[in-house]
């Protein structure tokens, strides 16, 4: 089945700095791939996500890069503010959005003012 | 975006008694929906698939008799966690896709005393 190994773990920024995130699948059937922000104690909230004909989506501060060759995609977040603080998870499913979700393991980020 | 909503967002309950989670879609409809466990500071891990009027689909290593799902309408689903244990205390959320993407509900948390 299919597996996202995701890093780093924990990502510390300074106030309007960049942050990289990076996620990794298994599946070359994945054809889905969102990005979730989860703070304390609520559910994930999705920020943005992209599909496998695509190569990139901006929105704003946030954008996502997929490298369908090397199943590899990453989560952009520029110019980040304290309020960006937060658990980021990305996933990916085979068939859409309609179907199961697999979860990388998170990447706690902290913006530092 | 769309709204998913859980209640309750919170409960405690004593070793031994069951426990129903309500998931409920509030501007659209899903024949499928998603129920999820999180232990603290991990990723969500996939507990079974809810499909509106026959039986869901677990994943291994999720006992069906103890999470008991019930699919009743295109906007309801309920996970009862029966007989539940200290081990069983963690946090519960649903999602629901629609159109192309996956909504998360805000999760229960579940303490198991």
């Known amino acids: 089945g299919e597996n996202v190994e995701q890093h780093p773990s924990t990502l510390s920024v300074q106030e309007g700095d960049s942050a990289v995130i990076k996620c990794t699948y298994s599946d070359s059937a994945s054809n889905y791939f969102p990005w979730y922000k989860q703070e304390l104690g609520k559910g994930p909230q999705l920020i943005i996500d992209i599909r496998s004909n695509v190569g990139e989506k901006k929105d704003q501060r946030i954008a996502v890069t997929l490298n369908k060759t090397a199943k590899h995609f990453s989560l952009h977040i520029t110019e980040t503010q304290p309020e960006d603080s937060a658990v980021y998870f990305c996933?990916?499913?085979?068939?859409?959005?309609?179907?199961?979700?697999?979860f990388g393991k998170g990447t706690t980020l902290s913006v530092s003012s | 975006g769309a709204v998913v909503s859980q209640h309750p967002s919170r409960v405690i309950c004593k070793s031994g008694t069951s426990v129903k989670i309500e998931c409920r879609s509030l501007?659209?409809?899903?024949?499928?929906m998603f129920w999820y466990r999180q232990f603290p500071k991990k990723s969500l891990m996939l507990m079974a698939t809810?499909?509106?009027?026959?039986?869901?689909?677990?994943e291994q290593g999720v006992e069906k008799d103890k999470f008991l799902i019930n699919h009743a309408s295109l906007t309801l689903s309920t996970l009862t966690v029966t007989s539940a244990h200290p081990e069983d205390s963690s946090f519960y959320i649903c999602s629901m896709p629609d159109q192309e993407t996956q909504y998360f509900g805000p999760g229960t948390r579940l303490l198991v005393l």
């Open positions: 809810s499909n509106e009027g026959s039986k869901a689909t677990y």
């Open positions: 996933a990916a499913s085979i068939n859409g959005a309609g179907t199961a979700l697999i």
């Open positions: 501007d659209f409809q899903a024949t499928t």
